[in-house]
């Protein structure tokens, strides 16, 4: 009974501290997603600028970072929300029950697409998912049917022949990416799962299926190009043999420069993404650390902005940056969960 009493009044005690330490700042603290953080940042200017309180700090560490620093507990010493490019992981969503980051709460905010992209000075690609697999895995199936290779083709030409002959040169995120992760899922093994035998592979061996369909090359091929989208946007402006990787609004605001290309004869445009058509989309979340949501000034607020109507709507300030609107009734279903601080079941 008196252990009992002791690891009670020791629970009390250390939520209390959190507490107190979360009240010891006066902004909120947002982390993650590369894609998000335009989002995020617009927002918290409106936020800042429209209440009483202090305008959101926000640093883009991407999307894994993110949740990384978001799940590693509870106090002042750690951020309030994290942005994610992708769903939070089961994994990560275990790293935080066991760091005592209990109640999550999950907020969609819309759909984005992937855009591969290239200066407007050079012809626009017209890419296949299957050629973004053999352009860019680690191993390519060889001649015989279930032998892998390392992978040889050094130009778009040797993967398609419908291809420009020059150097495959791809900029694009760091594994720590939402936007790696949805490029590895939605392209890298939309393309791979077209060729048969790896395609069976799936039933029988998940693990070998995704490592063959996932894993990026690491010759020189594909160059990891930070967090920073804007520094791939600089670049192929730079050199036009090159293809960048990053989210849809990035290319919009910077379509006097580079060029999305047509993935599956689809172009990446924001009625496409809307509709589901294009075949790189996935949508966008932030997290909410429900814990500090009453000792950190703005957390409320700046939920209730990003969720309002003017914010993430059809004719919101969002879809002006690019940001693709959920559907009317899904947007409800969001806010209400924000409002109400609904924690997330895994």
Known sequence: MKTTSLLLTAAIAAAFSANVNAAGRDYVSIVGSSTVYPFATVVAEHFGKTSEYKTPKIEST???????????????????????SRRIKKSEYDQCQGNGVKDIVEVKIGYDGIA???SKEAPRF?????DLFLALAKQVPGEKEGELIDNPYTT???VN????????????????????????????????????????MKKKDKKAYKAICHTIREDGAYIEAGENDNLIVQKLAAN?????VFGFSFLEENADKIQGSTVDGIAPEFDSIADGSYPVSRPLFFYVKKAHVDS??????????????????DEGYLSERGLIPMPKEERAKFAKDAADLTPLAM
């Open 296 to 313: 950190v000034p703005g957390i409320r607020g700046y939920i209730a902005e990003f969720t309002s109507e003017k914010a993430w709507g």
């Open 156 to 158: 778009w030409k040797q």
């Open 62 to 84: 991407g999307s894994g970072g993110g949740l990384k620093l978001f799940c590693a507990g509870v106090g002042v010493e750690h951020p309030d929300i994290t942005n994610a």
């Open 240 to 244: 036009p043999n090159a293809l960048g």
């Open 116 to 118: 591969v992209a290239n």
């Open 126 to 130: 017209e890419l296949t998912r299957k």
């Open 161 to 200: 022949a419908s291809l420009p002959d020059i150097k495959i040169e791809v900029l694009g995120p760091p594994p720590t990416s939402g936007t790696r992760d949805a490029f590895a899922e939605l392209a890298m093994e939309g393309g791979c799962k077209k060729i048969d035998w790896i395609h069976d």
